[in-house]
Every structure is written in C-alpha cells, then in structure tokens.
C-alpha cells in the first residue's frame, strides 16, 4: 500500500447517536460516528476518505448495585 497521500488536517464536528440496553450486570450499546469525509492531497490524485465509522460495545458492571438491591 502507498503511503504518499496525506489528508488535510481539520477539525469536523460529527453526530454520535448511541442505543444500549442494560440486562442485569451486562451492558450492550450500539454506536454510529457520523463525521463528514476528510480530502486526500496528493500530486495527481483528487478524493476523499471516509471518517464515519460504526462501535459495538459489550460489557460488565461488577460493582453496581442490581434495581432494588440494599
């Protein structure tokens, strides 16, 4: 892969919509980055990249309290 391209340093604001669900201890949450493309500068060659990207998470609360528990 080359790597003679370079993207164009700025800053972008995005949109960050998450959906979770909380079963017991377990934690699941469901994530989309939703930020604009980014120009690729290089000598001959016109484009973009893509920043938006899709987050899956899984995890565990060892130490909360269940609803309901003293």
């Given at each position: 892969?080359?790597?003679?391209?370079?993207?164009?340093?700025?800053?972008?604001?995005?949109?960050?919509?998450?959906?979770?669900?909380?079963?017991?201890?377990?934690?699941?949450?469901?994530?989309?980055?939703?930020?604009?493309?980014?120009?690729?500068?290089?000598?001959?060659?016109?484009?973009?990249?893509?920043?938006?990207?899709f987050g899956l998470h899984i995890?565990?609360?060892?130490?909360?309290?269940?609803?309901?528990?003293?």
């Amino acid at each position: 892969m080359g790597g003679d391209g370079i993207t164009a340093a700025e800053t972008k604001f995005g949109y960050y919509p998450r959906v979770g669900l909380e079963f017991e201890r377990f934690v699941f949450s469901v994530d989309y980055n939703f930020i604009p493309s980014s120009p690729v500068i290089k000598p001959g060659y016109e484009g973009s990249t893509k920043n938006s990207y899709f987050g899956l998470h899984i995890g565990v609360n060892l130490f909360a309290k269940k609803p309901g528990e003293k």
